[in-house]
């Protein structure tokens, strides 16, 4: 199924948790923050949210700035 | 001159800090030297960006965190939004990336002076103050506006020195007076702070408190600048507390006038 992430259209597996798509990414869960569709998903519901065809996600974490 | 009840501690919230510098944590060399800068600085609170992760740098790459003092206090702030409605976005995924409820409200109305849109401040305090973010908006030198900001719930009103990064110290001292004489809450002087004479000038004034970034970043030796702008905060804020002579436009002797020999 093909998804959006960080602007960028990207082809998964379908029924991907997204989970496991940090984890394909490498990227640790506890320093990101996810936006599915413009709603904020918390850490803990990670592994039980599971991607549809044509979602939207913003992956995006703390740096530097004044 | 405005005077203000005297506190010792700068209050955010429900935070006291004994610092009242607050250092930004962009446009450093390196991590290490912006650790070192904020060490040097002795702030307690320093400001943080959100931007989306760079996934073709997948799993390499230092994280700002570790480089953060664990006793600091992270501000974040929504730098990079024009509207009311990016900036209350911006502010929830920092809600969530910093597990607080501070946020330093930036709505920029122009790329080129980087100036306050403040009408969209404004706008994004009133939505920000009503899903309890503890907003400490960046704003111009206008008292009217400052004054809206606080009525709107803001915590502390944060105007500008001089446009972010221009160095040019406070510009408008007069409107400073103005501010601190309409609001009650604190005032942080944020944005174009250059050295440690704007600093301490910007402390003189009376104000609360004072956030830095690019003077100390991108200063040639930015750890020697943060100790130099803690300094001259302490420097200012002291001189404030001692009450200063007044300027006059004639001489008046320091020594005495009698027993000169003749």
Request: charged share 25%.
């Given at each position: 199924?093909?998804?959006?992430?960080?602007?960028?259209?990207?082809?998964?597996?379908?029924?991907?948790?997204?989970?496991?798509?940090?984890?394909?990414?490498?990227?640790?869960?506890?320093?990101?923050?996810?936006?599915?569709?413009?709603?904020?998903?918390?850490?803990?519901?990670?592994?039980?949210?599971?991607?549809?065809?044509?979602?939207?996600?913003?992956?995006?974490?703390?740096?530097?700035?004044? | 001159?405005?005077?203000?009840?005297?506190?010792?501690?700068?209050?955010?919230?429900?935070?006291?800090?004994?610092?009242?510098?607050?250092?930004?944590?962009?446009?450093?060399?390196?991590?290490?030297?912006?650790?070192?800068?904020?060490?040097?600085?002795?702030?307690?609170?320093?400001?943080?960006?959100?931007?989306?992760?760079?996934?073709?740098?997948?799993?390499?790459?230092?994280?700002?965190?570790?480089?953060?003092?664990?006793?600091?206090?992270?501000?974040?702030?929504?730098?990079?939004?024009?509207?009311?409605?990016?900036?209350?976005?911006?502010?929830?995924?920092?809600r969530?990336?910093?597990?607080t409820s501070l946020v330093?409200?930036?709505?920029?109305?122009?790329?080129?002076?980087?100036?306050?849109?403040?009408?969209?401040?404004?706008?994004?305090?009133?939505?920000?103050?009503?899903?309890g973010f503890t907003?400490?908006?960046?704003?111009?030198?206008?008292?009217?506006?400052?004054?809206?900001?606080?009525?709107?719930?803001?915590?502390?009103?944060?105007?500008?020195?001089?446009?972010?990064?221009?160095?040019?110290?406070?510009?408008?001292?007069?409107?400073?007076?103005?501010?601190?004489?309409?609001?009650?809450?604190?005032?942080?002087?944020?944005?174009?702070?250059?050295?440690?004479?704007?600093?301490?000038?910007?402390?003189?004034?009376?104000?609360?408190?004072?956030?830095?970034?690019?003077?100390?970043?991108?200063?040639?030796?930015?750890?020697?600048?943060?100790?130099?702008?803690?300094?001259?905060?302490?420097?200012?804020?002291?001189?404030?507390?001692?009450?200063?002579?007044?300027?006059?436009?004639?001489?008046?002797?320091?020594?005495?006038?009698?027993?000169?020999?003749?």
């Amino acid at each position: 199924m093909k998804i959006k992430v960080n602007g960028e259209e990207r082809q998964v597996a379908s029924g991907l948790a997204l989970a496991s798509l940090l984890q394909d990414l490498k990227l640790s869960p506890s320093i990101v923050v996810v936006e599915r569709n413009r709603r904020i998903i918390p850490r803990k519901e990670y592994s039980d949210t599971q991607l549809v065809d044509g979602d939207i996600l913003e992956i995006v974490h703390l740096v530097g700035g004044g | 001159m405005p005077t203000k009840k005297k506190i010792e501690r700068l209050k955010i919230g429900d935070l006291e800090l004994t610092s009242r510098l607050i250092v930004g944590t962009g446009k450093y060399a390196d991590f290490q030297v912006m650790k070192d800068a904020l060490i040097a600085s002795g702030t307690e609170m320093v400001t943080v960006a959100i931007r989306r992760v760079d996934l073709s740098k997948l799993g390499s790459g230092e994280c700002l965190l570790d480089f953060v003092p664990k006793n600091i206090h992270l501000l974040p702030n929504t730098a990079g939004c024009y509207t009311a409605d990016e900036a209350v976005r911006t502010a929830r995924l920092a809600r969530e990336a910093c597990g607080t409820s501070l946020v330093k409200l930036e709505v920029i109305g122009d790329q080129k002076t980087l100036l306050p849109d403040v009408v969209g401040t404004l706008e994004a305090c009133q939505l920000l103050v009503k899903e309890g973010f503890t907003v400490m908006p960046y704003t111009s030198e206008d008292p009217i506006v400052a004054k809206k900001l606080e009525d709107a719930g803001a915590a502390v009103v944060m105007p500008l020195a001089s446009p972010i990064g221009s160095g040019r110290g406070v510009i408008n001292p007069y409107n400073v007076y103005f501010i601190l004489e309409a609001v009650n809450v604190p005032v942080i002087v944020d944005a174009g702070v250059g050295t440690a004479s704007d600093a301490a000038i910007a402390m003189e004034l009376g104000v609360d408190g004072l956030l830095i970034n690019t003077g100390i970043a991108q200063a040639k030796e930015p750890v020697k600048m943060a100790s130099a702008m803690k300094l001259a905060v302490e420097a200012g804020r002291l001189a404030y507390l001692a009450g200063r002579i007044p300027k006059k436009l004639y001489g008046s002797a320091s020594s005495p006038l009698e027993g000169l020999v003749e």
